[in-house]
C-alpha cells in the first residue's frame, strides 16, 4: 500500500508558474513509477506526465511538453510537477498516482491521492 498526498495547487495568473507536489508513505516510493494526471470539470482524467523508478526516464503529454517538468526525489519520497507559462486550459484537479508501468494510461496506475486544484485565471 502506498499512500500519496498531494499539495502546492492554488491560484495563479495565466502565464505564470506552480510546483506541485506528491509525497508517499508506505511501502517502497522508488519501486514505484509515478505520474501526474488532471480532471477538469465535465472531461474525463486526463494523463499529464510519467517518470520512471531512477528518475531518469519521464514522458508528457503534448499539451504540456516543453511547459512542465515531472521530477522526483526518492530519498525525500516525494514527486513533483513543475509547471510554468500556465494556460487558462490547465485548470483542473491535479492527481498524483503509482503504479508499476510508464504509462498514460490511468487504469494502470494503482494507488491515488486525493487531488490538488490548480486554477488559472486569463
Known amino acids: 500500500q502506498v499512500q500519496l498526498v498531494e499539495s502546492g495547487g492554488g491560484l495563479v495568473q495565466a502565464g505564470g508558474s506552480l510546483r506541485l507536489s506528491c509525497a508517499a508513505a508506505?511501502?517502497?516510493?522508488?519501486?514505484?513509477?509515478m505520474g501526474w494526471f488532471r480532471q477538469a470539470p465535465g472531461k474525463e482524467r486526463e494523463f499529464v506526465a510519467t517518470?520512471?523508478?531512477?528518475?531518469?526516464?519521464?514522458y508528457y503529454a503534448d499539451s504540456v511538453k516543453g511547459r512542465f517538468t515531472i521530477s522526483r526525489d526518492n530519498a525525500k519520497n516525494t514527486v513533483y510537477l513543475q509547471m510554468n507559462s500556465l494556460k487558462s486550459e490547465d485548470t483542473a484537479v491535479y492527481y498524483c498516482?503509482?503504479?508499476?508501468?510508464?504509462?498514460?494510461?490511468?487504469?494502470?496506475?494503482?494507488?491515488w491521492g486525493q487531488g490538488t486544484q490548480v486554477t488559472v485565471s486569463s
Open positions: 498516482a503509482a503504479g508499476r508501468y510508464e504509462t498514460g494510461y490511468h487504469d494502470e496506475y494503482d494507488y
Open positions: 508506505g511501502r517502497s516510493f522508488s519501486s514505484y513509477v
Open positions: 517518470i520512471n523508478r531512477s528518475g531518469l526516464s519521464t
